[in-house]
């Protein structure tokens, strides 16, 4: 199984081959400027082997392209300290990570966030966040510390309502329509999401599943100002902290904005999530 260390050293390789397939150079041709067997060019690109900081200084010099150095060399450097395995940073249970995460929501000022199967925690109800909680102790099979762990959720939520913060969202239809728990634990949710979408300082856009699209779907993610992006796998949580690429998951977020839908356009999408069980609907 591809491990997620070995998922970021393939990416990384692939940002290399472009830096090389720019510069108009073959894999032997890099080799031998660079005094290497030819071998060691297919295993860095394919993520088999991780370049050292003079392979990849040597490596962009042989290009013409020394101005990426920087930025790879600080891709690499972190591919193996990026990802924080959730099996191990829950072992205590959830509150503790709940809670360490207070201080980046604190000190940011813009939030931008893309979720494609299920609502922010930060526009979560108490009751859709108690039932998504005690799903992931269950599924995880981790320490109980379910109603400490809420109580941290919703604690972080108070980043909504003081100083002067935006929220720039843009959610999946698929996420308004991902059963969590009850029907009337939906209908509270999207009734919720609806007046979050009131404040002035939240901005949300939907993008219907049969909408045509700049770019397609993918895993979700946070971005924190312009300093951190928080990108959650199954099995693991992804910090990245390089200017490059958290200027690639920016591109991506203004792209996803273009394929949302906004105002009256978004309400009338949400208005057709509501679940039929449940009686009722927007008001």
């Given amino acids: 199984m591809t491990t997620p ?11 290399l081959r472009e830096v090389r397939t720019n510069a108009q150079l073959t894999g032997r041709a890099l080799a031998d400027v660079c005094g290497w067997h030819f071998s060691k060019i297919s295993k860095i690109e394919n993520g088999v082997q991780a370049p050292s900081e003079e392979d990849i200084q040597a490596w962009c010099r042989a290009c013409g392209a020394e101005q990426e150095a920087p930025d790879l060399v600080a891709t690499a450097q972190a591919i193996e300290s ?7 940073a829950l072992r205590s249970g959830m509150k503790h990570s709940q809670k360490a ?15 494609p199967g299920i609502m922010p925690g930060l526009f ?7 039932t998504v909680i005690a799903r992931g102790i269950e599924v995880n099979q981790l320490p109980n510390d379910h109603d400490e762990a809420l109580a941290a959720r919703l604690e972080r939520q108070q980043v909504l309502h003081v100083g002067d913060r935006r929220f720039l969202v843009v959610l999946e239809e698929q996420a308004l329509r991902t059963r969590v728990g009850s029907a009337n634990i939906m209908l509270g949710q999207l009734g919720h999401l609806l007046y979050l979408m009131s404040l002035p300082r939240v901005s949300v856009g939907i993008i219907p599943s049969m909408r045509e699209r700049k770019v397609w779907t993918s895993a979700g ?15 693991a949580e992804l910090t990245i902290t390089q200017r ?9 977020f203004a792209m996803l904005q273009e394929s949302a839908m906004y105002g009256h356009d978004a309400r009338a999408v949400i208005a057709t999530c509501f679940p039929p069980e449940s009686g009722s609907g927007p008001g």
């Avoid at 260390?5 to 940002?15: D, I, N, T, V």
């Avoid at 995460?101 to 979720?115: D, H, N, Q, S, V």
């Avoid at 979560?124 to 108690?130: G, M």
């Fill in 5 to 15: 260390s070995q998922h970021a050293r393939q990416a990384l390789g692939a940002r």
């Fill in 124 to 130: 979560q109800t108490a009751e859709y966040a108690s």
């Fill in 82 to 88: 990026m990802y924080v395995e959730w099996r191990r």
């Fill in 101 to 115: 995460r207070l201080p980046l929501y604190e000190r940011t000022a813009l939030f931008r966030i893309y979720e």
């Fill in 244 to 252: 490059g690429e958290i200027a690639t998951f920016e591109k991506r």
């Fill in 221 to 235: 993610f946070w971005i924190f100002d312009q300093h951190t992006v928080h990108v959650e796998t199954p099995t």
